[in-house]
């Protein structure tokens, strides 16, 4: 699915962009497998390349606030004491504004547009990561080889990223595949209200905004089903995916079995989505 | 054992309390006396075994001695080749200068290396961190270590879930052989292990003893194993060292009431020893709330009234002078 | 000796196997197990990890792990005076519970997962009963207490009240013996309950132990991994190696005269407060192998020095030594002897 959105001119053969105001909301057909929108554009290829934006956003944002959420984390976890005192509050201080107000606040103040989107979902979203790698460090520091580690002098940021790091591989994956769908959906929500990423710019999100008249919702259900649709396969998708890759890093596993399981997860996801 | 020679560590009046924090302002209501106050010498070339039972402190004491933890009172002092230097509070640079001296193996075998690192990659990182910088040198190191402990080099590139326990011990041995010790602390290395596992990790250690002269400290819960691998043993109870004495001289020459019932209490072949059983009443008191005078009055057949008013010290034994020492008011201390 | 011709035996296991499931393969974990357990005696079922002791004592309670099964073989039960097949039992039925608790009485080793931390001590032991038995709750507490009194807990009475991290290990022990002999059973399984303590509450627990054999001519089956505890308390020993009873017998037979080179290996391999420090303690080469790896033959073929080829070719049986002192071995002479080895290992 990914590999299709990057590669959405392509695939249709026709540019989102291309507006041919005569044949403005038509239903599906041969020429047009999702139908047009209100400015004659191909659906198909609009929802292709708003995935694009779409996923872009999420992985980037997940992935920019895992990682503030692993570093502040293992920081925090491992040290302890007053250092993870003042994260902690400084994390629970940005949890208990409700996220909408935040990122109202951030847009005004940074505007519109894809890569303030990202910045703002990483901004605000670090903070599950946070407690999660947290946690695994509060345990993890107290095992055996962490210990033997010490009293061979190994180096505290040595100890830190370079053995109990791996070790919380496993949670961070899933809480990464985890926030690509929430900020998908969070994106959508945000660009269907007209505040995320401006309709310029197709994404899933905003191609929603369309269904913000219910004349549209009920006659040219085309034009919001297919991205709704869009966005509940990718996240099942992602989620799947995530569920493999934390098998496939646990070098307990046998080598075999996950490979196994890893082809298994691939074709059933593409037989899926073919 | 030449006694004129200095020791390799001397460990001097160690102390480690623990805060007891309590109430609403989380003020410090008492203690936990983990040690309190151990006196120990150990030299070149020997093994003392340490033993006790839960919460004696013997396990705090190794994990001190490491430098794993900071005593609370008392001194540490090693010897890196002119004479003893105090090693309480090294930090930086000395302190990894302490550390490639003096290694330590863990009691759980199955935690005690990273689950995601190959078992090779982890014995060559430890040379890298000690500064070993040619790759060749790290690996003869690697090899000579795994040679002397009965791995096969191939083993190497796999991962620690791979091996058995006592495989796994034996490999933890090699990493801390390869970085050329003086003296390794084994806590509880074999506890976790089938007996003729152990037996075949006790045999190692003393080969290995015998080819490179390390000193040892090897704690142990097991008192027939803690004779059987040292040279000298040491009896721990609360927080205190009780006795030493030569391995060889148990049971018969034990003193210490505590160290009497602790031998007797070990199940044994002989059909008489049942009948000479110490039965100890009760239980080890809660180390929050020592006794005053000795930690062992509260359950010492022996017990007289100076044993519960005044702690009584280490001194060379009277009865069988030389190198036993006693911590007991029974004891009068050689002339 | 048979349960069914011997009124002097309380439990009679007659060639029992048991098998795991485990993904796609079956385990043959119990093999040919057979033991008969005369009343009022105390068994000790001896090995390292691995053999089945635990599984032994599971299989006669019928608590195997869901993928576990008996897979042949009888447990006969000698209760007042019927005979009880307890395989044939259904593993939650009235009659099996009805057994296990009040007939056959179960003590483990960790004490703090066995019992329940959100309850008293005092209701956990008292449960029992009162499953078992039709008295009233003022009664079985009374019970309770004296029974406290008896296994040496001090202040019976409060520490009826007490929550199990109250205890230190050796009383949460005591509670364990509480709870398994409150109902009067007549046999006790205990599956290695010292092993976590320390040696001088060990020492406690099994005089508690050997009392209530004596007194109240309750049937001991103490699994352990330690001989010398083995040597102070048991009337008859069983060695046990990846499933098989390897040797059998009085404690004064297995344990001063074994014969089968796994028991020589393991006494000879635990060094005693008296032994030698200049002979090297006797190892085993290798590790206990998996059971889908021994599948034919002697399973201890591959680690003894005085196997020979015709070993690992049929399975063993056992070879009478006295009318009580079993060995499963084909290498013991006429007088029930091993060869002597030259060089470390035997030669055809």
């Known amino acids: 699915m990914i590999l299709s959105s990057i590669f959405a001119v392509q695939i249709s053969g026709v540019s989102p962009d291309y507006i041919d105001p005569i044949n403005g909301r038509l239903g599906p057909s041969l020429s047009h497998l999702m139908g047009t929108d209100q400015l004659g554009r191909d659906m198909l290829s609009r929802i292709l390349s708003g995935g694009k934006q779409s996923i872009y956003i999420g992985i980037l944002a997940s992935f920019l606030a895992n990682l503030i959420g692993t570093v502040l984390g293992a920081t925090a976890g491992y040290l302890g004491g007053k250092i993870?005192?003042?994260?902690?509050?400084?994390?629970?201080?940005?949890?208990?504004?409700?996220?909408?107000?935040?990122?109202?606040?951030?847009?005004?103040?940074?505007?519109?547009?894809?890569?303030?989107?990202?910045?703002?979902?990483?901004?605000?979203?670090?903070?599950?990561?946070?407690?999660l790698v947290r946690g695994e460090f509060f345990s993890l520091r107290e095992e055996a080889f962490v210990e033997a580690d010490r009293a061979f002098g190994f180096s505290k940021p040595r100890i830190i990223f370079r053995h109990i790091l791996p070790n919380t591989m496993s949670p961070i994956v899933v809480a990464f595949t985890i926030n690509i769908a929430i900020f998908?959906?969070?994106?959508?929500?945000?660009?269907?209200?007209?505040l995320g990423v401006p309709v310029t710019t197709p994404t899933w999100g905003n191609l929603l905004t369309a269904a913000q008249n219910p004349v549209v919702v009920n006659e040219y259900w085309w034009l919001w089903v297919f991205p709704a649709l869009s966005i509940a396969m990718f996240v099942l998708g992602v989620n799947f995916v995530g569920d493999g890759l934390r098998d496939v890093l646990d070098p307990r596993h046998k080598s075999l079995i996950a490979k196994n399981k890893w082809k298994k997860i691939l074709v059933g996801r593409l037989g899926r989505k073919k | 054992m030449n006694?004129?020679?200095?020791?390799?560590?001397?460990?001097?009046?160690?102390?480690?309390?623990?805060?007891?924090?309590?109430?609403?302002?989380?003020?410090?209501?008492?203690?936990?006396?983990?040690?309190?106050?151990?006196?120990?010498?150990?030299?070149?070339?020997?093994?003392?075994?340490?033993?006790?039972?839960?919460?004696?402190?013997?396990t705090t004491l190794g994990r001190m001695l490491a430098l794993l933890d900071k005593p609370t009172g008392g001194e540490l002092s090693f010897d890196f080749g002119q004479g003893l230097q105090d090693v309480t509070n090294l930090h930086g640079t000395d302190q990894m200068r302490f550390r490639k001296k003096v290694q330590m193996i863990f009691q759980d075998p199955y935690t005690s290396f990273n689950p995601r690192q190959r078992v090779g990659a982890a014995m060559d990182e430890v040379l890298r961190v000690h500064g070993v910088k040619d790759e060749a040198e790290r690996n003869a190191r690697i090899l000579e270590a795994c040679e002397m402990v009965n791995i096969r080099p191939e083993y190497l590139q796999r991962y620690p879930h791979e091996f058995s326990g006592g495989q796994r011990q034996r490999l933890a041995i090699a990493r801390c052989l390869a970085t050329k010790p003086e003296l390794i602390i084994a806590d509880e290395i074999v506890s976790a292990l089938d007996v003729s596992i152990q037996a075949q990790i006790v045999n190692l250690l003393l080969k290995i003893q015998k080819e490179t002269g390390l000193s040892f400290i090897f704690v142990t819960h097991d008192v027939a194993v803690a004779r059987y691998v040292g040279h000298r043993v040491a009896v721990m109870y609360l927080g205190n060292v009780v006795e030493i004495l030569p391995a060889e001289s148990l049971p018969e020459a034990a003193e210490h009431p505590y160290t009497i019932a602790l031998l007797s209490a070990v199940p044994s072949m002989n059909p008489n020893a049942k009948d000479q059983r110490v039965a100890l009443q009760g239980e080890v008191p809660s180390p929050i709330d020592m006794p005053s005078g000795c930690a062992f009055s509260t359950r010492c057949p022996s017990v007289m009234d100076i044993c519960r008013t005044e702690r009584p010290v280490l001194k060379i034994s009277n009865i069988s002078k030389g190198d036993h020492q006693v911590?007991?008011?029974?004891?009068?201390?050689?002339? | 000796?048979?349960?069914?011709?011997?009124?002097?035996?309380?439990?009679?296991?007659?060639?029992?196997?048991?098998?795991?499931?485990?993904?796609?393969?079956?385990?043959?974990?119990?093999?040919?197990?057979?033991?008969?357990?005369?009343?009022?005696?105390?068994?000790?079922?001896?090995?390292?990890?691995?053999?089945?002791?635990?599984?032994?004592?599971?299989?006669?309670?019928?608590l195997l792990p869901d993928n576990g099964e008996i897979s042949s073989g009888n447990i006969l039960f000698s209760q007042s005076e019927q005979v009880v097949e307890l395989n044939k039992l259904e593993k939650f039925g009235k009659q099996m519970r009805d057994i296990r608790g009040a007939k056959i009485g179960m003590i483990f080793q960790d004490t703090l997962s066995s019992l329940n931390p959100a309850h008293k001590v005092g209701r956990q032991v008292a449960e029992s009963l009162l499953q078992h038995l039709p008295i009233s709750k003022s009664e079985a507490r009374t019970r309770v207490v004296e029974l406290f009194r008896k296994l040496?807990?001090?202040?019976?009475?409060?520490?009826?009240?007490?929550?199990?991290?109250?205890?230190?290990?050796?009383?949460?022990?005591?509670?364990?013996?509480?709870?398994?002999?409150?109902?009067?059973?007549?046999?006790?399984?205990?599956?290695?309950?010292?092993?976590?303590?320390?040696?001088?509450?060990?020492?406690?627990?099994?005089?508690?132990?050997?009392?209530?054999?004596?007194?109240?001519?309750?049937t001991f089956i103490l699994i352990t991994h330690n001989m010398?505890?083995?040597?102070?308390?048991?009337?008859?020993?069983?060695?046990?190696?990846?499933?098989?009873?390897v040797e059998y017998g009085s404690v004064d037979e297995v344990l001063r005269d074994p014969r089968h080179p796994y028991t020589k290996a393991?006494?000879?391999?635990?060094?005693?407060?008296?032994?030698?420090?200049?002979?090297?303690?006797?190892?085993?080469?290798?590790?206990?192998?998996?059971?889908?790896?021994?599948?034919?033959?002697?399973?201890?073929?591959?680690?003894?020095?005085?196997?020979?080829?015709?070993?690992?070719?049929?399975?063993?049986?056992?070879?009478?030594?006295?009318?009580?002192?079993?060995?499963?071995?084909?290498?013991?002479?006429?007088?029930?002897?091993?060869?002597?080895?030259?060089?470390?290992?035997?030669?055809?």
């Open chain 3, 152 to 218: 040496g807990i001090p202040d019976p009475e409060r520490r009826y009240e007490a929550y199990p991290h109250e205890f230190s290990g050796g009383m949460r022990q005591r509670v364990m013996i509480a709870i398994a002999t409150v109902c009067e059973p007549d046999l006790v399984i205990a599956d290695e309950p010292t092993t976590a303590l320390d040696v001088t509450i060990q020492a406690q627990i099994m005089t508690l132990l050997k009392d209530l054999q004596k007194s109240a001519g309750k």
């Open chain 3, 1 to 62: 000796m048979s349960l069914s011709t011997d009124k002097d035996l309380i439990l009679d296991l007659k060639n029992v196997n048991v098998k795991f499931k485990v993904e796609d393969d079956t385990l043959h974990i119990l093999r040919d197990v057979s033991l008969s357990v005369p009343r009022g005696s105390f068994l000790c079922v001896v090995g390292e990890s691995g053999c089945g002791k635990s599984v032994t004592a599971q299989a006669i309670v019928q």
């Open chain 2, 3 to 58: 006694k004129n020679s200095t020791p390799i560590y001397k460990v001097g009046q160690i102390k480690k309390h623990f805060p007891v924090l309590g109430g609403v302002l989380r003020r410090t209501k008492g203690y936990v006396k983990a040690l309190d106050g151990v006196d120990l010498e150990v030299f070149r070339g020997e093994t003392i075994s340490v033993i006790g039972e839960s919460g004696c402190g013997k």
């Open chain 1, 184 to 194: 998908i959906i969070a994106e959508a929500g945000l660009s269907f209200l007209g």
């Open chain 3, 266 to 348: 393991l006494m000879a391999s635990v060094p005693t407060l008296d032994a030698d420090k200049n002979i090297e303690l006797q190892t085993v080469e290798g590790q206990t192998p998996s059971p889908a790896e021994v599948t034919v033959g002697c399973e201890f073929a591959g680690r003894c020095p005085y196997a020979i080829s015709a070993c690992k070719e049929k399975t063993i049986e056992m070879t009478q030594i006295t009318s009580s002192h079993e060995v499963r071995c084909i290498r013991l002479d006429e007088n029930g002897k091993l060869p002597v080895l030259v060089g470390g290992a035997s030669h055809e």
């Open chain 1, 84 to 131: 993870d005192a003042v994260v902690m509050r400084i994390s629970e201080l940005v949890m208990t504004f409700p996220q909408l107000i935040l990122v109202l606040i951030f847009v005004s103040l940074l505007g519109q547009g894809i890569n303030n989107v990202i910045i703002v979902f990483a901004l605000t979203g670090w903070m599950t990561t946070f407690r």
């Open chain 2, 327 to 335: 911590a007991c008011h029974l004891n009068k201390g050689a002339k």
């Open chain 3, 228 to 245: 010398a505890l083995v040597s102070e308390v048991a009337d008859q020993v069983a060695v046990m190696y990846l499933g098989r009873v």
